[in-house]
């Protein structure tokens, strides 16, 4: 999935470019379960919304919406809904990658346990005997699959890998240095940290991503880092790029 514009104009800042002309993004981080700041953060962004005219504006989430947090059922119904409200592009990230892959069969509880789906499974109402580490993964699969709404399925099966907007991709964990976007595995789109992380030279664009949580929003020559651990920090960060470029907007 990319919403693609061409021509990318510089920002005041002349660090990093502005948004195509006559538009807004805003780009939202890791959620996790936390709904109470999912609803804050659209407060914030309808309450700028206001404030840009007539500039288009795009909503862009990169993903891992589940797991962690308390609420991940209610996150996903809530991101359907607001997509009924707003221009939204959807990015998937490696946990959304678990669940899906556990619905198609694989069995792959044990490695999602630490990093955690209970959570995410009690907010389906799935009962908590179902929940010990004993339990077979088939019975608790059938549980989740007869929880489950087919919207949420379906709103999952649809989300993309990248978006790339002028001199932005936006990205779940980020993309590997030299091979060309085309070529990028979707593992390393969703789940790669070291090799982009450490990289100082130049990725083709600006690459905001998440997946790798830091205190505040990292602002590096090549990449924005948005992802501030929104489940265990309280802060869900929303990057807005305008005509002078990146700022944090919540």
Known sequence: MTYRQHGAKHGRSGRYPAAPEGRTIYVVGDIHGRLDLLKSIHGSIDDDR????????????????????????????????????????????????????????????LQWRPIGVVPTLLSYGLPADLLAGDVPDDRVRSALAQRIPREHIDFLVDTGSYCAVESYLMVHAGIRPG????????????????????????????????????????????????DTGAFATNRLTCLRIGEDGPSVLA
């Open 50 to 109: 206001r404030n840009v005219g007539n500039s288009q504006t795009v909503e862009i989430y990169l993903g891992d919406y589940i797991d962690r947090g308390p609420q991940s059922a209610e996150v996903l119904s809530a991101l359907i809904a607001r997509a009924n409200d707003a221009y939204t592009v959807f990015l998937r990230g490696n946990h959304e990658q678990l669940l899906l892959d556990f619905l198609e069969g694989q069995d792959s509880l």
């Open 179 to 226: 091979v060309s976007l085309e070529n990028q595995s979707i593992d390393d789109l969703s789940q790669i940290r070291n090799e982009f992380l450490e990289y100082e030279g130049d990725l083709g664009y600006i690459v905001v991503h998440g997946h790798t949580p830091v205190m505040e929003p990292d602002f590096r020559p090549n990449r924005i880092n948005i």
